[in-house]
C-alpha cells in the first residue's frame, strides 16, 4: 500500500515568490490535513479538506490556501513568501479526519531566501 | 497559545529503562489524545492513541496513561531500545478536524 507522497521534497525560492506543494494520500483516505512544522512553533495546523470542502483552517494569513481535487489529491499554495515562511510542511491523511489517525508524508522543506 | 503542554523537553535512558513523557490539556472539549513518533527527516507517525474513557492502554512497549480529571496523559516507553531514540509529539483533538501537538521530546536511548 502506497503512503502519502509529496513533492518536490525540496524546495527554495526566494521572498516574495509563489509557491505550490503537492500530496497525493493513501487510496481511500478522502481527509488531507496540512501542517508546518518549525523548530520554535513546532506543529501548526494550516487547513483540513475532505471531499473537496475545507473543513478547517488553522490561524495564518490569507497568503496560505489550500484545494483539493477529486480524486483527493491536494495542494497549498504560499503566496509573496517571507523568510518566516521557510519550515517543513507536512501533509496528513486519514479515512475521515483527524481522530481516525493521520499517516504523514515525509513532508516538504520548503527554505525561503 | 500551545493548547497542549508536553515535558521533558529531552531525556536521555538507559537501554531497557522506562522513558516517561508527560502532557497536559486545558481544553475539555479534547476527546481524542493520540502520539506520534517522528525520526530525522521523516513525517510523524501514529504510535498509540487514547479516548477519555479508559485510563490506560498498551501496546507492545509503549501505554498511555490517561487522567481526565488532572487533564494529563502520558506515554511509557518500557524496555527502551536504540531504535526507540525519535522525537515523540503527543497531542488532543475533538470534533474540529484538526489536532493540538505539544512541543515534541526528544528521546535518547543510549546502548
Known amino acids: 500500500k502506497a503512503g502519502v507522497t509529496q513533492t518536490p521534497r525540496y524546495l527554495i525560492k526566494t521572498r516574495g515568490q509563489q509557491v505550490t506543494l503537492s500530496c497525493s494520500p493513501i487510496s481511500g483516505h478522502r481527509s488531507v490535513s496540512w501542517y508546518q512544522q518549525t523548530p520554535g512553533q513546532g506543529l501548526q495546523f494550516l487547513f483540513e479538506y475532505f471531499s473537496e470542502t475545507q473543513r478547517n483552517k488553522g490561524n495564518f494569513p490569507g497568503r496560505f490556501s489550500g484545494r483539493q481535487f477529486s480524486n483527493s489529491r491536494s495542494e497549498m499554495n504560499v503566496s509573496t513568501l517571507e523568510l518566516g515562511d521557510s519550515a517543513l510542511y507536512l501533509c496528513a491523511s486519514s479515512l475521515e479526519g483527524a481522530a481516525y489517525g493521520y499517516t504523514f508524508g515525509s513532508g516538504t522543506r520548503l527554505t525561503v531566501v | 497559545q500551545q493548547q497542549v503542554k508536553q515535558s521533558p523537553q529531552s531525556l536521555i535512558v538507559q537501554k531497557g529503562g522506562i522513558s516517561i513523557i508527560n502532557c497536559a490539556y486545558e481544553?475539555?472539549?479534547?476527546?481524542?489524545f493520540p502520539w506520534y513518533q517522528q525520526f530525522p527527516g521523516k513525517g510523524p507517525a501514529l504510535l498509540i492513541a487514547?479516548?477519555?474513557?479508559?485510563s490506560e492502554k498498551k501496546e507492545g512497549r509503549f501505554t498511555i496513561s490517561f487522567n481526565k480529571s488532572a487533564k494529563q496523559f502520558s506515554l511509557h516507553i518500557m524496555d527502551s531500545q536504540p531504535g526507540d531514540s525519535a522525537t515523540y509529539f503527543c497531542a488532543a483533538g475533538s470534533n474540529d478536524y484538526k489536532l493540538s501537538f505539544g512541543a515534541g521530546t526528544t528521546v535518547t536511548v543510549r546502548a
Open positions: 481544553n475539555t472539549a479534547f476527546d481524542y
Open positions: 487514547i479516548r477519555p474513557d479508559v
